[in-house]
């Protein structure tokens, strides 16, 4: 690997959730971090939306990032307009100081 190979500016998103002016829960997605990336795009598929019916497509898309140890799976990425879920964090054995988001779109509340 090698920094050339990540062309692709990506906002990584926390989800925050503080009391509201009634005494409610809000929950807001606030920018965590803004890292360069590379993007890689995977299959798609038709999931179930819900237990009451209908379908949404997901596809899967992976961001290659350097090292960190500050992202959690709770967290989503922002690309070009679109919003996807993190699902898995890997770091890489093969290639010490780089790690793998792998994220779905098409199901998060973002």
Not at 1 to 20: H, P, W, Y
Not at 86 to 98: D, E, F, S, T, V
Request: glycine share 10%; charged share 25%; proline share 1%.
């Amino acid at each position: 690997m090698n920094s050339q190979d990540l062309d692709t500016r990506i906002n990584i998103d926390s989800l925050q959730v503080a009391k509201g002016t009634s005494g409610g829960m809000q929950k807001a997605w606030v920018l965590h971090r803004t890292v360069w990336a590379k993007r890689m795009d995977y299959s798609g598929a038709e999931r179930k939306a819900s237990s009451a019916g209908g379908e949404v497509v997901v596809a899967r898309v992976e961001f290659l990032i350097r090292l960190r140890d500050d992202l959690q799976e709770t967290m989503r990425v922002r690309h070009r307009g679109k919003v996807f879920d993190i699902q898995h964090i890997k770091p890489l054995a093969n290639a010490r100081g780089w790690m793998v988001l792998t994220c779905d779109t098409g199901m998060n509340d973002g």
